[in-house]
């Protein structure tokens, strides 16, 4: 069976849980934390999928994943650490990840949510925020959904940003501007020619 269907079916039972309990936001924020922790630390994964590490182990690893706490006793909702034990009961440890951006997908479709990611080349200032509350206001009023905007900051932009929005990309930066006008130049002189 395909893999993606069956992390989609363990991501909609989540999904159907935290419905019932009424903490999704918690959820979706400890998933995003467990996402984060496997995609920094190789070593994870690997110990997830060690059939010599006990299952109460795994648990254990994840829910410190989830939370952040190396204390005694991390406390990781319980929807999520029920989620964890299903999976490993049933074998499907190894598509945790896949489940979990399918859980988040999916919480956030039903909640009409829809996400975003705005490239700066500098750190936000009072521009940016006006920046970000005008481009919210408009995809909201667009789209009819709450965006949810992540600023980030990459330096090799010379200027203007990028916005990706779903599976959209607006490039609005100085380079691509400039690299359109550059095309037009060449096509120009082509003509010329």
């Given at each position: 069976m395909n893999t993606g269907i069956i992390a989609s079916r363990y991501a909609a039972a989540l999904l159907k849980l935290v419905d019932e309990t009424g903490s999704?936001?918690?959820?979706?924020?400890?998933?995003?934390?467990?996402?984060?922790?496997?995609?920094?630390?190789?070593?994870?994964?690997?110990?997830?999928?060690?059939?010599s590490v006990p299952d109460s182990k795994k648990i254990s690893l994840l829910e410190v994943a989830?939370?952040?706490?190396?204390?005694?006793?991390?406390a990781a909702s319980p929807e999520l650490k029920r989620f964890f034990e299903l999976l490993i009961r049933n074998g499907r440890i190894?598509?945790?990840?896949?489940?979990?951006?399918?859980?988040?997908?999916q919480y956030?479709?039903?909640?009409?949510?829809?996400?975003?990611?705005l490239v700066l080349p500098s750190e936000p200032d009072d521009?940016?925020?006006?920046?970000?509350?005008?481009?919210?206001?408009?995809?909201?009023s667009k789209t009819g959904k709450t965006l949810q905007l992540t600023t980030e900051v990459d330096e090799t932009l010379i200027g203007g940003f990028v916005l990706e929005v779903e599976d959209k990309?607006?490039?609005?930066?100085?380079?691509?501007?400039?690299?359109?006008?550059r095309s037009q130049f060449v096509?120009?002189?082509?003509?010329?020619?």
């Amino acid at each position: 069976m395909n893999t993606g269907i069956i992390a989609s079916r363990y991501a909609a039972a989540l999904l159907k849980l935290v419905d019932e309990t009424g903490s999704g936001e918690v959820v979706v924020s400890q998933a995003k934390a467990v996402i984060a922790a496997l995609t920094s630390f190789p070593d994870l994964r690997r110990l997830l999928s060690d059939p010599s590490v006990p299952d109460s182990k795994k648990i254990s690893l994840l829910e410190v994943a989830a939370t952040g706490d190396q204390s005694a006793a991390p406390a990781a909702s319980p929807e999520l650490k029920r989620f964890f034990e299903l999976l490993i009961r049933n074998g499907r440890i190894g598509d945790i990840s896949l489940a979990l951006k399918s859980f988040e997908d999916q919480y956030c479709q039903a909640r009409g949510i829809v996400r975003g990611r705005l490239v700066l080349p500098s750190e936000p200032d009072d521009a940016a925020s006006v920046l970000e509350n005008k481009i919210r206001s408009l995809i909201e009023s667009k789209t009819g959904k709450t965006l949810q905007l992540t600023t980030e900051v990459d330096e090799t932009l010379i200027g203007g940003f990028v916005l990706e929005v779903e599976d959209k990309l607006l490039d609005a930066s100085v380079s691509r501007q400039l690299e359109r006008i550059r095309s037009q130049f060449v096509e120009r002189n082509r003509r010329i020619v």
